[in-house]
């Protein structure tokens, strides 16, 4: 198994520990008050402005701890060079993933059409945005695998 | 019109070079040593530069290292 597609496959439990981890935290102060109220807002404006900088240092703080890991384990460092099939195959994924991402935010939209309350449209946004990380390195794992 | 198929010489051409290594024309052509094996498996057609890049490291011409067959030539 190449460098690449153990990092997809790093990627990928990363996101997925991460944003769990991070939302079973959240979920536990979800505010006990009308779907409606100003508080319900508040929480949710919160929970994805403080995802954010979460998921940056924690992606940061595990790619480190891999690299240093898969050079003691196997004696194999990260790449230098960032070649054209790598860059082909990174665009390809994040292709994939923005169509997911898009199809998340419009079944989002459209739980406010059939009158969901807003917390149903917060969670597929949240949803939207772990399936399209997830398709990401999914993707990515593949067309390393594949050769292209 | 058919698929076209780009063949490449590289294995042979690797082992005529003093059995240059996939590392080491990898390392001098700029790329991973994954993108190389993908290119000799036919899996990953490299750009045109790339291309070039490789035929220059063997120092022969880009129709010596890769060929180019289109299958509906063949039907014609």
Redesign the interface.
Same mark, same amino acid.
């Not at chain 1, 070649?83 to 790598?86: A, I, K």
């Given at each position: 198994m #190449?460098y690449?597609e153990k990092r997809a496959i790093v990627s990928l439990v990363n996101s997925i520990v991460v944003t769990g981890l991070y939302s079973a935290v959240m979920l536990q102060r979800y505010p006990d008050a009308s779907p409606y109220s100003v508080e319900v807002f508040h929480y949710w404006g919160a929970f994805f402005l403080i995802l954010i900088p979460v998921s940056i240092v924690a992606n940061i703080v595990i790619d480190i701890v891999f690299t240093i890991l898969s050079s003691i384990a196997v004696k194999e460092m990260a #790449?230098s060079?960032t &070649?054209? *099939? &790598?860059k082909l195959i990174e665009l390809r994924a994040t292709r994939i993933s923005l169509y997911t991402f898009a199809v998340g935010v419009l079944l989002a939209m459209g739980s406010l059409v059939v009158d969901r309350p807003p917390t149903t449209m917060f969670i597929l946004l949240i949803g939207a945005g772990v399936v399209s990380a997830i398709t990401r390195d999914i993707s990515q794992f593949y067309f390393?695998r *594949?050769? #292209? | 019109m058919g698929k076209p198929l780009i063949s490449n010489n590289i294995r042979k051409l690797r082992f005529n070079h003093d059995e240059m290594t996939q590392q080491a024309l990898a390392d001098k052509v700029g790329v991973t040593r994954q993108t190389i094996i993908a290119i000799e498996n036919a899996k990953y057609f490299p750009s045109l530069e790339l291309a070039f890049r490789v035929a220059r490291a063997f120092n022969l011409p880009l129709e010596e290292v890769f060929s180019f067959e289109d299958q509906s030539d063949n039907k014609a």
């Open positions: #190449s690449q #790449s060079i &070649d054209e *099939r &790598d390393y *594949r050769g #292209s | -």
